[in-house]
């Protein structure tokens, strides 16, 4: 253990936290709402998540710091693609039927 798996440990842990109540909250409104934007916003922090979490596991086990942020900056990237998607989604209100697009 280097000295910087401590700092990848806090780090990966504190992005776990906030971006899982990021996407709890998404998912919500999603449940609520039955907005595309918002199960895409979901998504995206869930890929962020899981690459943050795959990322930290893979420099713990294999030793290997490059292949953690590998593995973790592939899977933020897609995340943020994802993400960036959300932001031109269509939204639509299932009460009145109406569709708004966001450009």
């Known amino acids: 253990m280097n000295g910087y798996?401590?700092?990848?440990?806090?780090?990966n842990t504190a992005t776990f936290l906030t971006g899982g109540a990021v996407a709890?909250?998404?998912?919500?409104?999603?449940?609520?709402?039955?907005?595309?934007?918002?199960?895409?916003?979901?998504?995206?922090?869930?890929?962020i998540i899981v690459g943050s979490v795959l990322g930290g596991l893979a420099h713990y086990l294999e030793g290997d710091v490059a292949l953690g942020v590998?593995?973790?900056?592939?899977?933020?990237?897609?995340?943020?693609?994802?993400?960036?998607?959300?932001?031109?989604?269509?939204?639509?209100?299932?009460?009145s039927g109406s569709t708004t697009v966001i450009r």
């Open 24 to 47: 709890l909250l998404a998912f919500r409104a999603y449940r609520r709402t039955n907005a595309p934007a918002l199960r895409a916003v979901t998504i995206g922090f869930c890929c």
């Open 5 to 11: 798996t401590a700092v990848i440990m806090i780090a």
């Open 70 to 95: 590998a593995v973790q900056s592939s899977a933020t990237a897609f995340g943020f693609a994802i993400l960036l998607y959300s932001l031109y989604a269509e939204m639509s209100d299932s009460a």
